[in-house]
DNA sequence: ACTTAATTGGGAAAAATTTCACAGATAGCA
DNA sequence: TGCTATCTGTGAAATTTTTCCCAATTAAGT
């Protein structure tokens, strides 16, 4: 409702394509492409020239007609438009088998995001240290998020627990939330979810696979 | 335009909610709940009680007026047309980071997934043991999949060695990918990619930060 | 047996998303 | 300069998805 930017509402699968766009434009550049047309970026992305040109016309005209885009423009621009022009702060809660991974995975600095922190609750894991990232106790986020205002959280724990520390990070000012345990979330409004769920997916396959045959 | 089976095509975002009530059947069914109702489901996996009723009615009919759904028995629908009446078989290429966190995650096998191999290409690596899985040699996954005809791969290996990987596992009969690379793999028409981009979902959620500000 | 309240299934309407189609812009070339 | 190729941006049309709505059904209470 009270809407206070100008822009009307944009889904949530056009961002996404976004991604897909930055990603493939980022590659371009650094393989000193410096002109693309939609159709062609559609090709890379697997999507038609249509739905590239009408994303992009969302948020304005970055192309020139009968040339295309050039692409160290347009990559600025999309990335402008995701919000990356600054580096993004998360926080990590949980490092168990899959919060080490995202904890040691190099390409997320790499693409602008930073892990200022990670929380675990077991005492085996608390201070150890990965990456430069030292895992603190659970106990102490809400310490942290009153100095540092990092908005977004990377929930890596089991389900049981992740409704609670939903909870708790929510009333600690975080914003966003990229959950790995298999259960919806309740959040305010304000609050943005996105679930990565890995049997929802494999699911997926498994009725594309059934119906295939 | 072959569709061989008389069903109209169901899109993936149905079959996608389908797995969400999967998962909170399961969940009721354990807690000893016998009925439903389709804005009870609705409240638990956020979504609309018409959403859940027009998703089930794809597939026939389940409920009775006036009373809901029973609870066992809706789930076993709904595992019956994600194709859940059997174990699914998977392959594993990659098992670095995510590929060993994907490897040592106990409820895959609990939901009826079963990891049948693991396959790397680093030296080091092969021959190591997770949860009853040998890391097998690359090399050797033509060979094991022309006597063992797994038909789904999880793919975590890096993005400039997965459309090479791709290839060879659809020329050896793979048909579904849980793609984990930030790639968009080319493959043919009939087979199916799902693909798990964790920078495009933190991507997503720095868009809607940015714009809720 | 009758009434009331709850609930499904599905056609119809509404909303959202994608695709079509083309005017207008640009570059290359004769 | 004029002609042709190409390509964007965007209303309009088509398609897909979601929501609305209600007749029909069931259970429970009186
Ligand atoms: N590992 C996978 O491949 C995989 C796949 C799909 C989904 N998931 C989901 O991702 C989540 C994490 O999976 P995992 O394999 O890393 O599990 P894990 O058990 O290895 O790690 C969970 C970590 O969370 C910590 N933890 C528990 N409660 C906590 C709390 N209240 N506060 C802070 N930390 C807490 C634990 O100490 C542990 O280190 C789970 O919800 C799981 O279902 C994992
Ligand atoms: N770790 C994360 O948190 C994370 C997050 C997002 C995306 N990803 C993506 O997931 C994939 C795996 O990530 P990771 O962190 O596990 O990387 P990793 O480097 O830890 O593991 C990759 C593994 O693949 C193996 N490999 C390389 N080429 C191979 C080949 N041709 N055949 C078989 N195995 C091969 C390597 O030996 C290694 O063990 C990457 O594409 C990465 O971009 C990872």
Chains 1, 2 share one sequence.
Request: aromatic share 6%; glycine share 6%; with cysteine.
């Amino acid at each position: 409702m009270p809407q206070t930017s100008s822009k009307k509402k944009i889904s949530r699968n056009t961002i996404s394509r976004l991604s897909l766009y930055l990603r493939e434009l980022t590659r371009l550049e650094q393989d000193g492409k410096k002109a693309i047309s939609s159709s062609d970026l559609a090709e890379l992305t697997d999507l038609t020239d249509t739905q590239v040109r009408k994303d992009l016309s969302h948020f304005g005209q970055f192309g020139i007609s009968g040339t295309g885009y050039e692409v160290s423009k347009l990559k600025e621009a999309v990335r402008n438009i995701l919000g990356k022009d600054k580096v993004l702060d998360v926080i990590l809660i949980g490092a168990g088998n899959l919060g080490m991974a995202l904890l040691s995975y190099p390409a997320f600095r790499e693409q602008g995001f930073s892990i200022k922190a990670a929380f675990d609750i077991d005492t085996r894991k608390i201070g150890n240290k990965t990456s430069e990232i030292e895992i603190c106790d659970i106990e102490k986020v809400q310490e942290f998020l009153k100095k540092d205002k990092v908005k977004i959280a990377l929930l890596a724990v089991p389900a049981f627990s992740a409704q609670k520390i939903t909870d708790t990070l929510v009333n600690c000012g975080i914003r966003c939330i990229l959950n790995f345990a298999p259960i919806v979330l309740r959040v305010p409004d304000e609050v943005v979810v996105s679930n990565v769920d890995l049997s929802k997916e494999l699911e997926v396959l498994s009725y594309f696979l059934r119906t295939a045959e």
